[in-house]
């Protein structure tokens, strides 16, 4: 079974740029959650998605910030317009319920330069 | 708001035990998870106690006092694989039913032969 795959694994993008990450939840996951850890800080949540609808999205730092999960399947996380701060490691995680554990992404790591 | 306290750095030689601990400060707590990272590699579940005491899989034990808010991971027989981050993470109540998993910084563990 395949597990929770991120895209792209690395970006490197200009500030003021647009980037958008991408994430494939594990088949028929319903709880998708994006993270994201900065300068080696502790992982810190931006969302959560329960199917297509976002269930806590107390997380999100500002309305640079985007994250859709159209038909309830994958994810994608717009960072528009990028700043530096916005550098970090992005993990998506997904998990069965609300009361089973979380599966992670390898990450995207993003740079803004 | 939730906040978490683990030291960040721990360093042990191979075959010795060492108990990472963490202290976390949130309402609505539900439980206790700890994640394990390589560099660069994907959070990975190693553990979680939703009531107090100790459970044991293998090499690794994880603790909690839900009076204390006071958890520990244990490690024995300490291999140089085991030289990675480790994350606790608490899982509580947000918005309604979402059970939102916040993590600590990390104690990044250095296995010396």
């Known amino acids: 079974e395949a597990g929770v795959t991120q895209f792209p694994s690395h970006s490197v993008i200009e500030k003021g740029q647009t980037v958008t990450l991408r994430c494939d939840p594990i088949s028929g996951h319903d709880n998708l959650y994006w993270y994201r850890r900065v300068m080696g800080k502790e992982i810190k949540f931006l969302l959560h998605f329960v199917k297509e609808s976002k269930q806590d999205e107390s997380g999100m730092p500002n309305n640079r910030f985007l994250a859709e999960r159209t038909g309830g399947t994958y994810s994608t996380l717009k960072v528009q317009p990028a700043e530096l701060e916005d550098s970090g490691v992005y993990f998506c995680?997904?998990?069965?319920?609300?009361?089973?554990?979380?599966?992670f992404g390898q990450g995207t790591r993003l740079t803004v330069v | 708001g939730q906040s978490l306290e683990q030291p960040s750095e721990v360093t042990a030689v191979e075959g010795a035990i060492v108990q990472i601990n963490c202290t976390y400060q949130t309402s609505g707590f539900y439980g206790l998870s700890w994640y394990q990272q390589h560099d660069g590699g994907a959070p990975t579940f190693l553990s979680y106690?939703?009531?107090?005491g100790l459970e044991e899989t293998g090499r690794f034990s994880s603790f909690l006092s839900r009076s204390d808010s006071y958890g520990y991971l244990l490690l024995q027989e300490l291999q140089m694989k085991d030289s990675a981050s480790y994350f606790c993470a608490v899982r509580f109540f947000s918005s309604g039913s979402a059970r939102q998993l916040t993590f600590g910084s990390g104690t990044q563990l250095t296995v010396l032969p």
């Open positions: 995680a997904s998990s069965q319920t609300m009361n089973t554990e979380a599966f």
């Open positions: 106690n939703a009531l107090d």
